[in-house]
Antibody, heavy 118, light 107 residues
Framework: QLQLRESDPGLVRPSETLSLICTVS??????????WVWVRQPPGKGLAWIGS???????YYNPSLKSRVTLSIDTSKNQFSLKLSSVTAADTAVYYC??????????WGQGTLVTVSS | EIVLTQSPGTLSLSPGERATLSCRAS???????LSWYQQKPGQAPRLLIY???YRATGIPDRFSGSGSGTDFTLTISRLEPEDFAVYYC?????????FGGGTKVEI
């Protein structure tokens, strides 16, 4: 079945760029019916949508992060990526990747905790 | 931006009891784009309900969703021990996609 797995950058220094990769297995990322999304969850808080990308590379960003976020997709590797620039402690969160289709976000990756600290 | 307000913030119940969770939207949401998720500690969210009232694959029939427009409800008819978790509603019909703040169902 479809599975997603986030890379694990661990610690990121303040003002640097957070980079994450989501690897999709069990189906092609280019099937054409889906969007691929990033969601984050600060410790002890709720879920927040970061942005979405389709297999043609069209992107949609949360306005609250738009100036700092870049999503990209590599169909040859069945991966999509997130870059978040100029990070601060407020960007410390568990980052999830997921598939968006007609039913919602399903499935999700297991999540990866990214800590911003010097 | 569509704001989703979930209530109550915390629901304290016992196994076997009925849980009723509310999700209210700041403007009308098409039922087609309203979903509910369950999240247990240390785990990723899991899709429970899509299209406001349809159970996702493998979800027990004690979970049901209802509502339309700005008011949606998730009901758990008889709580099982594994149902104690945080539940989120979400709309994905209007950008930015938004989640409610969550309802924690605790023993």
């Amino acid at each position: 079945q479809l599975q997603l797995r986030e890379s694990d950058p661990g610690l990121v220094r303040p003002s640097e760029t957070l980079s994450l990769i989501c690897t999709v297995s069990g189906d092609s990322i280019s099937s054409g019916y889906y969007y691929w999304v990033w969601v984050r969850q600060p410790p002890g808080k709720g879920l927040a949508w970061i942005g979405s990308i389709d297999d043609s590379g069209s992107t949609y960003y949360n306005p609250s992060l738009k100036s700092r976020v870049t999503l990209s997709i590599d169909t040859s590797k069945n991966q999509f990526s997130l870059k978040l620039s100029s990070v601060t402690a407020a960007d410390t969160a568990v980052y999830y990747c997921a598939r968006l289709w007609s039913n919602g976000f399903d499935p999700w990756g297991q999540g990866t905790l990214v800590t911003v600290s010097s | 931006e569509i704001v989703l307000t979930q209530s109550p913030g915390t629901l304290s119940l016992s196994p076997g009891e009925r849980a009723t969770l509310s999700c209210r939207a700041s403007q009308s949401v098409s039922s087609k784009y309203l979903s509910w998720y369950q999240q247990k500690p240390g785990q990723a969210p899991r899709l429970l309900i899509y299209g406001a009232s349809y159970r996702a694959t493998g979800i027990p029939d004690r979970f049901s969703g209802s509502g339309s427009g700005t008011d949606f409800t998730l009901t758990i008819s008889r709580l099982e021990p594994e149902d104690f978790a945080v539940y989120y509603c979400q709309q994905f019909g209007s950008s930015p996609l938004t989640f409610g703040g969550g309802t924690k169902v605790e023993i």
